[in-house]
């Protein structure tokens, strides 16, 4: 059973950047063919999904976010981690990652999600 944990800062000023990193357990980040994707929810929106990085270590971006967003790995530890700088109160959100099997569009695994809230 594949499980995923975000970690991260609950809490970031305006401009600041902040990363976020998801710790997967019962299975390989690298294992082909998996995706592992970053969406958010902001309150009282959908859900928006933010990029997400194969288990060949290529990203995909959000076309809205592309220019301040950066996805990486470290599969010693099976984790990958979001980067999102200039960040302002738009960017206040619940953040989830989660596996596609496939495709990054695709997922079937979900971590909790964890809060991040952008204030001054």
């Known amino acids: 059973q594949v499980q995923l944990q975000e970690s991260g800062p609950g809490l970031v000023k305006p401009s600041q950047t902040f990363s976020l990193t998801c710790t997967v357990s019962?299975?390989?980040?690298?294992?082909?063919?998996?995706?592992w994707s970053w969406a958010r929810q902001p309150p009282g929106k959908g859900l928006e999904w933010v990029g997400a990085?194969?288990?060949?270590?290529?990203?995909y971006y959000s076309p809205s976010l592309k220019s301040r967003t950066s996805i990486s790995r470290d599969t010693s530890k099976n984790q990958f981690t979001l980067q999102l700088t200039s960040v302002t109160p738009e960017d206040t959100a619940v953040y989830y990652c989660?596996?596609?099997?496939?495709?990054?569009?695709?997922?079937?695994?979900w971590g909790q999600g964890t809060q991040v809230t952008v204030t001054s």
């Open positions: 990085i194969s288990y060949g270590g290529n990203t």
């Open positions: 019962g299975g390989s980040i690298a294992t082909n063919p998996y995706f």
């Open positions: 989660a596996r596609g099997d496939g495709s990054y569009y695709s997922r079937d695994y």
